[in-house]
Structures are given as C-alpha cells and as structure tokens.
C-alpha cells in the first residue's frame, strides 16, 4: 500500500482520508485546525501533521 498524505479535513476530506486508511493505506492527515487533525487520527489511526510540508514529506502521493 502506498504512503498518501491527505490535506484538508472538510466534509469531503474527512471521509475521503478515512476511506484511504481502511483500503490499507498509511495516511498522514493535516487539517488548517490542528484539533481536526487529532481527532481524525484518534478515530481511525494514522498520523497528524502541523504543517503541509510536514504531511507531504517522504510521501509518495500527496491529495489536497
């Protein structure tokens, strides 16, 4: 499975990431509000970013 970081949590994002996680995928989230991030990863694991650059590094795909 791919290494896919996911920028933006909004009412599209949300789902789409979480869709990502259980198809196997490491997801790394990062949201404009840090506290959506946290909770993203609190409900379906993965891991959060405080920064674009962060989440983008060493992935190989990158969905804004």
Known sequence: MAKVA????GVMGYPMAR???DKG???TVFNRTGPKAD????ENGGRAARTPREAAEGQE????
């Open 39 to 42: 909770k993203w990863v609190s």
């Open 6 to 9: 996911f920028l933006g949590l």
């Open 19 to 21: 869709h990502l996680k």
């Open 61 to 64: 795909i990158v969905f804004t």
């Open 25 to 27: 995928h490491e997801v």
